[in-house]
């Protein structure tokens, strides 16, 4: 007997990198291997030479076929074995191990939004629904746009045995977040890429379409972030910490160097308006959704927990916002 692995990657898309898939039959009992894919189509090679390896790093049960079948997320690697440009799992891997011993995790609110063709699912042909105001964690079909879909995704997610802690309705009519951990810096990246790629496919059902467009609707519509909630073992018990790491990211050049890879199209999300602080502008504060970075009220009270960067949009790539703020945070507090 044999079974379906479909071996899931991330490509050399730009300025924002798509998931790719394809399937492997392999015979009951065997291991995953080491795939190859031609990278020529997917923005990561030349023609001339275009043999890129798949090497497998997290699998999970297979929850769109059942059965046996297994997902399997992959690093993209040369033929050499040297991790490709566009592996930016390979540039996480070391941060996660140097400061592993502060234990940091993390729980990312992923924002995305439904289209049906060219429109938000919910926005009329012509024209624009009610404006923003009753969507937000709404009931009701005069508000609410792709529930059978969101539950589907969450309960494929779990199955899968993926590390979501909640799903909302979002500001915007066809927007919605769903929240991964908190989890160690890789396992978050890892079960958000496969979380998305289950979006995507659990939306082709339903012939609608999910984006992590960071603007999708423009005018007053809110964008879609990534806020990533962060915390150590030393900020989960002690305020001090928390606000080494709050100071820690608007220290020198940070706040620049986090917001360049904080996603595609940043400064159309980051204005000042909408629950966003303007992106060069770098502060922080306790409730404060119009800061870059949120002290949550309870943290503020109990005086230890977590920080949450509201700043990275929705397309961010999880693996360089987790590097980016254990690198910063955890130097700091190493101190
Ligand atoms: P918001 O009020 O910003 O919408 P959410 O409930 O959507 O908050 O998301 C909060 C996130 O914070 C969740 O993903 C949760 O797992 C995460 N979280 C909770 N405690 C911690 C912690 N100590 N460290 C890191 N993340 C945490
Ligand atoms: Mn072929
Ligand atoms: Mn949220
Ligand atoms: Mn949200
Ligand atoms: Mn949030």
């Known amino acids: 007997m044999t079974f379906k692995a479909e071996y ?6 730009e300025p924002t990198a798509k998931l790719r898939s394809k399937t492997k039959i392999l015979a009951d009992g ?9 990278g020529s189509s997917t923005n990561q090679a030349q023609g001339h030479s275009s043999d890129l390896v798949l090497q497998p790093v997290f699998r999970c049960p297979d929850p769109i076929r059942g059965g046996d079948h297994i997902l399997v997320l992959c690093e993209v690697l040369h033929t050499d074995m040297t991790p490709h440009p566009s592996n930016t799992r390979a540039l996480l891997r070391p941060v996660a191990e140097k400061f592993a011993g502060q234990e940091p995790v993390f729980g990312i609110e992923q924002e995305y939004t439904f289209f049906a063709g060219s429109r938000p699912l919910g926005f009329p042909e012509n024209g624009y629904p009610a404006p ?6 709404g009931v009701g079909a005069d508000e609410i746009f792709g529930r059978e879909i969101v539950e589907k995704h969450l309960d494929n ?14 500001v915007m009519p066809g927007q919605w977040e769903f929240q991964v951990g908190p989890l160690s810096p890789l396992e978050v990246s890892d079960h958000m890429w496969v979380a998305r790629w289950l ?3 659990t939306a082709e059902e339903f012939g609608v379409s999910a984006t992590l467009d960071a603007k999708p609707a423009k005018g007053d519509w809110n964008g879609a972030g990534a806020h990533t909630n962060f915390s150590t073992r030393a900020m989960r018990e ?3 910490p928390i606000i080494t790491a709050c100071e820690a990211l608007g220290d ?4 620049l160097v986090h917001v360049k890879n904080y996603g ?10 909408h629950e966003t602080a303007p992106w060069n502008e770098y502060s922080y504060g306790v409730s404060d959704r119009g800061a870059s970075v949120r002290i949550p009220w309870q943290v503020g009270v109990e005086k230890k927990g977590y920080i949450e960067d509201r700043r990275p949009n929705a397309n961010v790539d999880p693996y360089v916002v987790t590097r980016l703020m254990v690198d910063t945070c955890c130097s700091a507090l190493e101190k």
């Open 8 to 13: 899931i990657w991330i490509d050399g898309t």
């Open 30 to 38: 065997a291991e995953p291997p080491v795939w190859g894919f031609d």
């Open 238 to 240: 002690g305020y001090e």
């Open 199 to 201: 979006l995507y496919r």
């Open 157 to 170: 997610c779990l199955a899968a045995g993926l590390g979501l802690s909640g799903i909302n309705a979002e």
């Open 252 to 255: 020198g050049d940070k706040p």
């Open 264 to 273: 595609t199209g940043i400064e159309a999300r980051l204005t000042g308006l």
């Open 132 to 137: 923003q105001g009753g969507y937000y964690c």
